[in-house]
């Protein structure tokens, strides 16, 4: 029973270092469609990533904690397909890539670097809701590898707003599971960082998600 507890509570501290899980669909509208019969609860519209080519919807799964289906932006600045988490090669929507809360990024990135982890920069980052406000951020750079996606980028919001405050309840995380063909390399990166969890072996980066919504439990990769 004591086991049981003990691993009870690793998963809880686990997902509270979660900010977010990142989605990757080629179309996002299809996508909105999708998860809401799935979820049995529609995603708000987020809005638009300047600079990224990207938009968002965005599910809430607990205090500051959301699901964020992210895809191309129709009208973005430049031609041809925005590459974050893949969606330059992305063919169907697959759960693609997380983010942990930090609360002071240049630490973290000092972390890594005494750990040989490549976060890359502290980037600056913003989008446009729908109603014209405007959330800021800071995070590590997320085009960079991280182990094929298995390490999470880093992102601080700061004093200001987060984009599940003003969401619907309804969803929450329950768990992430991590499959990596080096599974070991992996859980020693997220030790860095103090964060604990298992990690399986597999043929290639898979995150999977288990999530309470409305419908039902549900398992999502």
């Known amino acids: 029973m004591e086991g049981r507890k003990g691993l009870t509570h690793?998963?809880?501290?686990?997902?509270?270092?979660?900010?977010?899980?990142?989605?990757?669909?080629?179309?996002?509208?299809?996508?909105?469609?999708?998860v809401s019969e799935l979820f049995g609860i529609g995603?708000?519209?987020g809005g638009r990533h300047p600079g990224l080519g990207?938009?968002?919807?965005?599910?809430?799964?607990g205090p500051r904690r959301?699901?964020?289906?992210?895809?191309?932006?129709?009208d973005r600045e430049f031609d041809g397909l925005p590459t974050v988490v893949g969606l330059d090669t992305l063919e169907t929507p697959r759960l693609a890539s997380w983010a942990a809360h930090s609360?002071?990024?240049?630490?973290?990135?000092?972390?890594a670097a005494t750990a040989g982890i490549d976060l890359g920069d502290a980037v600056d980052g913003m989008r446009e809701t729908t109603d014209g406000t405007v959330l800021s951020w800071m995070y590590t750079d997320p085009y960079r590898d991280r182990l094929g996606g298995a390490v999470?980028?880093?992102?601080?919001?700061?004093?200001?707003?987060?984009?599940?405050?003003?969401?619907?309840?309804?969803?929450?995380?329950?768990?992430?599971?991590?499959?990596?063909?080096?599974p070991d390399a992996v859980k020693t990166a997220l030790q860095t960082f103090g964060i604990q969890m298992d990690v399986s072996s597999g043929p290639m980066t898979r995150l999977v998600a288990d999530i309470e919504t409305p419908n039902g439990s549900l398992r999502l990769d």
Do not use: K, M, Q
């Open 10 to 34: 690793t998963l809880a501290l686990f997902v509270e270092r979660v900010d977010h899980l990142l989605y990757a669909t080629p179309d996002v509208e299809a996508t909105i469609a999708e």
């Open 43 to 45: 995603p708000v519209v």
């Open 54 to 61: 990207t938009r968002n919807a965005l599910i809430r799964l």
């Open 66 to 74: 959301y699901f964020e289906i992210i895809g191309p932006d129709p």
């Open 103 to 111: 609360s002071d990024i240049e630490t973290t990135l000092d972390l």
């Open 152 to 182: 999470p980028f880093f992102i601080d919001w700061g004093t200001g707003a987060h984009p599940a405050d003003d969401l619907p309840d309804g969803c929450s995380l329950t768990n992430l599971v991590i499959e990596h063909p080096n």
